[in-house]
């Protein structure tokens, strides 16, 4: 089954506790929480003050993309906040592999991401010990960009060492992923689809979760 885990970077900020609750409503399956610092990608979004206001909203998975320098400074931040799922960014951190045991020592599902110029391989150690690897296919930092198209080959790529490892791995696919490319991605191994504009474009929520999954 695939997740379809929105991106609230595109909700609406100013009814925000609205939004989250009518992902549950409407058949999302995880809420993705886009963390950006200003300083590894170019924007800044919220942090875990404001995530923690909008967990009680929801039961579903909060999976947490942290879009921030030497991340594993904020891991306990975010743990009690109510993160399910957190991901860091292989480029962002020194001591990728401590942070990685750091996250899961909270009972807490550990993933990596990678920016479209990162080679795969370079995870490829990491693998068993991992829950999800983020396949990001735009560079990272704003909602609304356009799918790159070589990512395709980097999630097959993902997909073929989850195979070589026999390891059960959530692949997650984050950046310009809508109905016209959806199937794509899904035929190249993604199991996790993070949808941003896609999902809230129009405020129209119901609706485009249902194009989405329709499109698969
Ligand atoms: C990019 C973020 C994405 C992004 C997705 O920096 O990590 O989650 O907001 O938004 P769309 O689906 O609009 O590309
Ligand atoms: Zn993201």
Known sequence: MVKIAPSILSADFANLGRDVKSLETYGADWVHIDVMDGSFVPNISFGAPIMK???????LVFDVHLMIEEPGRYIEDFVKAGADMITVHYE???HIDRTINYIKSFNVKAGVALNPGTPVSLIEDLI???????IMSV???FGGQKYIPYCGNKIKQVKELAEKYNKELY????GGVCADNIKEVVQCGANSIVAGSAVFKNGEIEKNIKVLRESI
């Open 53 to 59: 206001s909008i967990r009680e909203l929801s039961t």
């Open 92 to 94: 962002a951190d020194r």
């Open 128 to 134: 068993p010990n991992l829950d999800m690897v983020l």
């Open 139 to 141: 560079n990272p930092g």
């Open 171 to 174: 692949i997650q696919v984050d």
